[in-house]
Each structure stands twice: as C-alpha cells, then as structure tokens.
C-alpha cells in the first residue's frame, strides 16, 4: 500500500503541475513534508472542477454524483482504485479534514451544474464552498492537529480564499460569460459587464480580504510561509492590474501575469517573508 500511495501522490502532483503553473510554483517554496498533501488537495479540487466545466457531452450530473459518493466510500475505506481520490482521503484522514468542509465545496460543484447568474446570497455561498474552504483544508494541513492555531488563523484563510476567488471572477469575466456562460458576480450583465460602481465597490471589499489575510500569514509555520505569501503577492499582482483597467478591457481579454513577473514575485517573495513576520 505504501508503493501505491507513493504512486497516488505523485498522480496528484502531475494533476496540478499540469493545470497550474503559478500553483505549483507555490507549493515548491512549502518544506517538503507539506507539497505531498497540498498537491493531493489541489488534484481533488480540480478533477471535480474539470467534471462540471470541461466534461462536455457527458451526463455531467451523474458524474459529479458518483464522484461525490466515491469520495465518501474512500475517506470510509480509506482506499480507492481511484489515485486521485486515493491521495486526497489519505489526507483527509490523516490530518482530520472536516467533512463540512467538502460538501461546501461539491455542493459548489454541484451549483454550477444548474446556475448561469448568482444572487448575493448563492454568490456569497459558492464563494465559501468552492474557495473558502479549500483555504481551510490547506489550513489543515499547515497547522499539522494544532486546533488553537487553526482556529486563530480560520477566518484570514477564509479571507485570503475569498478574494483570491473574487480576483479570479474579475480576470475570468469574459470567458465565464462567453464559454461557460455563467455570471458569478451580481450586478453584472453578458452585455456590458461589471458597471464601474460595483467594480469599485468590489475592489474595496477584496482590499479588505487581503488585509485581514496578510495579518494571518505572518502567523502561518515557517514551513508553509514563503509558499502562500508567494502567492499573495501574485494575486497583489493580478489584482493591481485589474483595478487599473476598465470594464470595457476586461470584457474584451483575460488580464495576465506574464512568467518572467512570477519569477520576479517569487524572488521577492524570498525577500520580504524574512522580515514578515516581525512586520
């Protein structure tokens, strides 16, 4: 069983570095008793995201319904023919990740199988099941059994979720709107987007989120530091380009980070998490 472990997580590994470049680059700056686990809850993550956004003349529903009950029979067994799945219910035993946690996030899943426009209400729902809580499931990891530590660091990593997420609807607003369909923000129509007052209402709210989430970061282990300040600056980044075009730009193509900028970021993220947490 160790050998097929071994194997599972490496599975998830590839997953990840497959999907996401900047990710990845995150998770190498974690101690390496870190990556193995962090990669198995990305690769879950995604696979069920991959189920509802690329599976396309598939029986979508059906698909995300037995993945959600295959999840559960793994975490029970604690085994699965599936390596994904295997990787990620290893880690969901081991370091006792709440089952909340994941049905918020399939339950998110599962909402973008029915809905093209979300009200504040759904809004604020699928933005804690398909990010937040993500958050709170690294946090799990990081914080390796230390409730006190969880628990004084739950809310900046919901907040660090939340706005990584927000980034992500702003950046993404045209192709949710023209290949998938789907309006995640309220206020915003397929026409014309975002109106420049809610984008601005927006922003302050993500600024917010980012504040709160840094005040948590300087708090995280040394372990684990580096790798999600990395990444809070690259969303500073995104987000700082974001903010400086109109509505009219983002409507018209994704707004990037070129590579060499998230090498930049990487080695300014080396930088400054020596001093952070003295900050």
């Known amino acids: 069983m160790e050998f097929y472990s071994s194997i599972c997580a490496r599975t998830s590994s590839l997953f990840t570095k497959e999907y996401s470049t900047s990710f990845s680059l995150g998770i190498l700056a974690f101690e390496k008793r870190f990556r193995e686990p962090i990669y198995s809850v990305y690769g879950y993550v995604r696979l069920a995201d991959e189920i509802v956004d690329t599976f396309h003349g598939h029986d979508k529903q059906t698909l995300l319904c037995e993945f959600r009950e295959e999840t559960y029979k793994a975490i029970e067994r604690g085994v699965s023919t599936n390596p994904i799945l295997h990787a990620f219910q290893e880690v969901v035993n081991k370091y006792k990740i709440d089952r909340e946690y994941i049905d918020a996030f399939l339950d998110s899943m599962e909402m973008d199988l029915y809905n093209n426009y979300y009200e504040e209400k759904k809004y604020d729902e699928y933005i804690y099941g398909s990010a937040e809580v993500v958050g709170l499931m690294c946090l799990r990891v990081f914080t390796e059994g230390d409730d006190e530590m969880f628990k004084q660091l739950l809310e900046p990593a919901r907040a660090l979720g939340s706005a990584f997420q927000k980034v992500n609807f702003l950046r993404d607003i045209k192709s949710d709107i023209d290949e998938r369909g789907r309006i995640y923000l309220p206020n915003v129509d397929s026409e014309h987007g975002i109106d420049d007052e809610n984008k601005k209402l927006l922003e302050d709210s993500i600024r917010a989120e980012f504040k709160l989430s840094l005040e948590g970061i300087r708090k995280l282990p040394p372990g684990v530091r580096l790798g999600v300040y990395s990444a809070y600056l690259y969303y500073i980044k995104l987000f700082d380009k974001i903010c400086s075009k ?21 080695t300014k993220s080396i930088i400054e998490v020596k001093v952070l947490k003295t900050c």
């Open 246 to 266: 109109k509505v009219q730009h983002l409507m018209k193509e994704r707004t990037r980070v070129p590579d060499p900028v998230k090498l930049l970021l990487l």
